[in-house]
């Protein structure tokens, strides 16, 4: 099994580009997270899913999007890159409510926006 | 709102010690507890989970500890090893309004550990 996969793995962006950050499991998880890590901040979450079809908004939203089309894909978006969103990203994932509150973590995004 | 405090923020040890790590959370009212161990450059990888009806979770060298009605946590490391360096997180995870828990975990802001040999 492959886990949590993050593509890509590094990236440079320009003030005002936009990209997608894409999360992939497969271990037929229901819940998916995306949290961004900064020095000092601990680990914030940014959205997250229940489910196929399902985001909500976390901790720190605000400039983001996400999409949960498939169950095993969880994409986040940043539309107008800004300085302020230089930050390691790392995606996460779990079993529904009944099983394991255990979570799995990818390797992390990390995005420079300049 | 739910607030994790991880002390100290970094500790630099020699090799062979036993250490302990703390945490501490504001809200009593969590579904478990979560160390997590980061290697610099990577991602995390889940150490122990500790229910909140348990009062401890071990695995080999690593013990971790839960005191809910204090809001603490802390997390044992016996006979430390070079290779136990890396940043130390613990999460908890809230307890819903209804019961329910979207897993949205809350992170103190980590230990950083060095072992040296």
């Known amino acids: 099994n492959a886990g949590v996969t993050q593509t890509p793995k590094f990236r440079v962006l320009k003030t005002g580009q936009s990209m997608t950050l894409l999360c992939a499991q497969d271990?037929?998880?229901?819940?998916m997270y995306w949290y961004r890590q900064d020095p000092g901040m601990g680990l914030r979450l940014i959205h997250y899913?229940?489910?196929?079809?399902?985001?909500a908004k976390g901790e720190v939203p605000d400039g983001y999007n996400v999409s949960r089309l498939k169950k095993q894909n969880f994409l986040l978006g940043l539309e107008s890159a800004a300085p302020s969103q230089t930050s390691v990203y790392f995606c996460a994932s779990r079993p529904g409510q009944v099983k394991s509150y255990e979570q799995y973590f990818g390797p992390g995004t990390r995005l420079t926006v300049t | 709102k739910q607030e994790v405090t991880q002390i100290p923020a970094a500790l630099s040890v020699p090799e062979g010690e036993n250490l302990v790590l703390n945490c501490s959370f504001t809200?009593?009212?969590?579904?478990?507890l979560q160390w997590f161990r980061q290697d610099p450059g990577k991602g995390l990888t889940s150490l122990l989970l500790?229910?909140?009806?348990?009062r401890e979770q071990t695995s080999g060298r690593l013990n971790a500890s839960l005191d809910k009605s204090s809001g603490r946590s802390t997390l044992y490391i016996a006979a430390s090893q070079p290779g136990d360096s890396a940043t130390y997180l613990c999460a908890v995870l809230p307890f819903n309004a209804g019961g329910t828990s979207y897993g949205k975990l809350t992170f103190g802001q980590g230990t950083i550990l060095t072992v040296h040999p």
């Open positions: 899913s229940v489910g196929e079809g399902t985001t």
């Open positions: 500790i229910q909140s009806s348990q």
């Open positions: 809200d009593s009212a969590i579904y478990n």
């Open positions: 271990m037929n998880h229901e819940y």
